[in-house]
């Protein structure tokens, strides 16, 4: 019984280009959470994705982020032309309906923008 | 909006020491709680959580932790703590109702345990 699978783990990306952050939800999860963890921060909520929909992306930079969680396939992070501030530890959670609280984690993805 | 302030960044302890890990919230309603712990290189993994019930909430690996509605803390606690123990522990809150399931995540403590 797998869990989150994100991937990749790390991801080099130079400045001005696009990363593209992928994550599978636990079989049977519908509802994904993306995190960002910043250095010497904690965790801050990004967005929320119900399959084909975005429920609530009040933690999205207004700029340059997007996230999609289509029918099929993974949920996919976003981030056009890239820069420094981005660098950060980014993870996805989980869970099996709205109010399943104790959502299950992925092991992140850490995005060095150089 | 909510917060949560996690009062020690860095501890340090010897293997059978006691362990307490301080978690404050700021919040204007009803909170489901939670502690989770990441180990060096792996993911997050839910430690114990709060929604409902006796304030002492068990955990897994010996981990409990104390709601205290009165002073809007959380704190978690284990007797005797081991060099596996070392880890970064996160504490979280979430509203009871309404705001889906996002979480407030505190900036962590990084605990090492010595021999």
């Known amino acids: 019984n797998a869990g989150v699978m994100q991937n990749p783990r790390h991801l080099v990306r130079r400045r001005g280009q696009e990363a593209r952050l992928r994550c599978s939800p636990m079989k049977g999860h519908s509802h994904v959470y993306w995190y960002r963890q910043l250095p010497e921060e904690g965790l801050k909520f990004m967005v929320y994705l119900q399959k084909e929909n975005i429920i609530d992306e009040s933690g999205m930079p207004k700029e340059r982020f997007s996230a999609e969680f289509p029918k099929e396939g993974p949920s996919i992070l976003r981030i056009q032309q890239v820069v420094r501030g981005d660098s950060a530890a980014y993870f996805c959670a989980s869970s099996p309906g709205q109010d399943s609280y104790g959502y299950t984690f992925g092991s992140g993805t850490r995005l060095t923008v150089v | 909006a909510q917060s949560v302030s996690q009062h020690n960044h860095h501890v340090i302890l010897s293997e059978a020491a006691s362990l307490e890990l301080g978690c404050n919230y700021s919040?204007?309603?009803?909170?489901?709680l939670f502690w989770y712990v990441q180990y060096p290189g792996q993911h997050l993994q839910l430690l114990l959580k709060?929604?409902?019930?006796?304030?002492l909430v068990k955990g897994i690996k010996g981990f409990e932790a104390e709601f205290i509605k009165s002073k809007f803390s959380f704190n978690l606690r284990k007797p005797s703590v081991q060099w596996s123990d070392t880890a970064e522990y996160f504490c979280a809150v979430g509203p009871l109702t309404g705001g889906g399931n996002k979480l407030t995540f505190g900036t962590g403590t990084q605990l090492k345990v010595e021999l």
């Open positions: 709060y929604f409902s019930g006796d304030p």
């Open positions: 919040y204007g309603g009803t909170v489901n």
